[in-house]
DNA sequence: ACCTTGAATCGACAATCATCGAAACAGCAT
DNA sequence: ATGCTGTTTCGATGATTGTCGATTCAAGGT
């Protein structure tokens, strides 16, 4: 588990709220993909339904290799939406709460502009 | 543009709220994909920064060829998340609120549980 | 009828992705 | 030290994707 510069949550501009710029657009994109897979979008649900979950616990949720599961869930830790660490033998992995609200807030219809 | 059966919006059981079964994971991680596009997520947001939208003033915003561009539109209504219909010379594309407010309550803390 | 313009489809191609098994790494317990 | 177990990384592979240009389709205008 190499240290990972992971994406700013700094969402700016929502998508119902006005235009988004390509440099806006090139950051939130890949929080968007990384939830665009049934088995990420699984995990991040699981891990989300607990204060941390531990990778022990998330993969025989799956029909997978633990190696698929651990490259799932770094894409999902690049894309900003989780975070985790290691103790002892496990590994432990929580949601990012401020990356969940500010997609959401980028989804609803007019937060501020109402 | 031929007729598309586009994706269910029913959106159940959120992300923060709880856990999501492989079969609700199917159906909504596509709209989640439609979106972790940087060009497709600057189209959805244009499109939702107007009531409807023409391609034709669609495709100048970016430097990608016309066809691209359909090609993205198509996955945005395949999503379901956009819709649209050709009026005589023109083709105008509109957001679908729904899609968006079912992504937007899946991503939220605790939209009902609390 | 014909041509022009806007948009979608087709066919192709390089790039990215999901998945696996094997190998490497990290702790812990003998 | 040695081995055992949980997890990550590496390398490979088949599938999917984003993009283009060429073609086709739709609707108007001449």
Redesign the interface.
Known sequence: MKELPTIQANVC????T?????TD??R???????????????L???I??QTEMCVCELTPQFELSGSTISHHLRILREAGLIDGERRGTWVYYW?K?DA??A???????TPATA
Do not use: N, T, Y
């Open positions: 501009c929502g998508l119902a006005g235009v988004i710029d390509e657009a090139a939130i994109a890949p929080m968007f993909k990384a939830l665009g897979d049934p088995v990420r979008l699984r991040a649900a699981l989300a339904s949601i709460p969940l609200h997609l959401s807030a980028l989804l609803q219809p």
